[in-house]
């Protein structure tokens, strides 16, 4: 391997090493968002103490799923990738994100399941990609 393409190598793994401690450090807190969004579930579907134990261990389970995904789909926008390769990242993110959303539904009674799934899932289609996805 040729000098230059061994520093063009490197180069490239620093600035995605640099674009991915930047994401993680400057993104809004996740935390912060997730708790707030647990309590409007709690008070919005009338979830028992169960069903919420149950949505937040779904909700912490998929957290770094979604964010895995987000990653993708930004360092490919950042990186010019194919239009191709980014639809299916997306895709990826909205099957996985709406399978999620029917394991939350699932949780809940059947009508708020059904009500919540109708509030969530149009938010679905078309969500920025920078952040995981707010439910409020």
Partial sequence: MSPAVRYTLLALSAAAL???VT???????????????????RTEFHLTPAQLAAVEQLHADYQPVCLAHCVAITEARETSAPPAELARLE??????????????????????????????????????HDAPLGLK
């Fill in 18 to 20: 640099a674009f991915g």
């Fill in 23 to 41: 994401f993680l450090c400057l993104r809004p807190s996740v935390a912060a968002a997730s708790t707030d969004e647990i309590a409007w579930l």
């Fill in 91 to 128: 895709a990826v993110c909205r099957d996985a994100t709406l399978a999620h959303l029917q394991r939350v539904a699932a949780v809940m009674p059947p009508a708020e399941g059904t009500r919540f799934l109708a509030l969530v899932t149009p938010k679905v289609s078309a969500p920025p």
